[in-house]
């Protein structure tokens, strides 16, 4: 539909052939706990043919309660993110929420994110730009889909061509997101490859007093409909026992359940993309 230019994260190619997948758990709980995901998932995405990117938070750096589990921080998330990417072979990404941060962040990571919570911070953009890493700015909340032209304008001017933008939802009322699917296709139609954030799209922010809540359920319909909609990548956080979950847990889709959605997922791309 729209000529896009593609974007290299490591080793993996987001060029519209296959749809690109952001796989793992909110948060770092422990080291033993990310070794055991990432070699799970590998171990479905590997016989499959995934083009997928390991995705943890080393901190969470805006949790509604100031007792809420943060992370084990910069340093230590990021080196143990490098290990993880080198001994499956997978590009790894963790949001940054610092000049200072991006900047250590990308000695060992392929893919910077950028919380939706700060992507209008320019000095955080022009930063995570000038690393040479590639970098993935979630869309605020309450931004327009359009609006994200000047974000796209500060990495230009920081030398970085390598970049995408994420939707998330978009503020609705009190504790609660709408998923608008015309987002897609209006940010691809700007230039940009876009994802779908399918599990942070079904948060109620605040919903639960001092954490947020969720409809983890209906994280795999809007992946459906966004991947028909036209979207290059999906990001989804998955957990072992959602209801156990240091963080997020209301909207994290099950580690069993992930395989069957995400090849859910390819059969639609492969039908929506033969039709364009």
């Known amino acids: 539909m729209f000529d896009l230019p593609a974007v290299q994260i490591g080793s993996v190619t987001m060029d519209g052939v296959e749809p690109?997948?952001?796989?793992?758990?909110?948060?770092?709980?422990?080291?033993?706990?990310?070794?055991?995901?990432?070699?799970?998932?590998?171990?479905?995405?590997?016989?499959?043919?995934?083009?997928?990117?390991?995705?943890?938070?080393?901190?969470?750096?805006?949790?509604?309660?100031?007792?809420?589990?943060?992370?084990?921080?910069?340093?230590?998330?990021?080196?143990?993110?490098?290990?993880?990417?080198?001994?499956?072979?997978?590009?790894?990404?963790?949001?940054?929420?610092?000049?200072?941060?991006?900047?250590?962040?990308?000695?060992?990571?392929?893919?910077?994110?950028?919380?939706?919570?700060?992507?209008?911070?320019?000095?955080?953009i022009v930063a995570a730009g000038e690393t040479g890493r590639a970098v993935n700015v979630k869309k605020g909340q309450f931004m327009a889909p359009w609006d994200v032209k000047n974000i796209a304008d500060k990495l230009a001017a920081a030398g970085c061509a390598n970049f995408m933008f994420t939707e998330r939802g978009t503020t609705f009322g009190y504790n609660n997101l709408v998923a608008d699917m015309r987002s897609l296709y209006w940010m691809r139609e700007l230039g940009y490859r876009v994802v779908m954030d399918a599990t942070h799209s079904v948060q109620r922010p605040g919903g639960l007093g001092t954490a947020t809540g969720g409809d983890g359920k209906l994280a795999p319909v809007l992946a459906r409909a966004s991947v028909a909609a036209g979207c290059d990548g999906v990001f989804m956080e998955t957990h072992p026992d959602p209801a156990k979950a240091m963080s997020d847990g209301p909207n994290q889709i099950p580690l069993s359940q992930i395989a069957s959605v995400v090849e859910s997922l390819r059969q639609i791309h492969a039908i929506t993309r033969s039709i364009d």
């Open 20 to 124: 690109v997948f952001m796989l793992g758990p909110c948060v770092i709980e422990s080291e033993e706990f990310i070794w055991d995901i990432a070699e799970k998932l590998d171990a479905l995405a590997r016989p499959r043919g995934w083009r997928w990117i390991f995705k943890a938070s080393y901190d969470k750096a805006n949790r509604s309660a100031i007792s809420s589990y943060r992370g084990i921080g910069c340093d230590d998330g990021c080196a143990l993110l490098a290990k993880v990417g080198a001994k499956f072979g997978v590009a790894v990404t963790t949001d940054v929420h610092t000049p200072e941060e991006a900047r250590q962040a990308a000695k060992h990571i392929d893919l910077l994110q950028i919380p939706a919570f700060l992507c209008r911070q320019t000095d955080l």
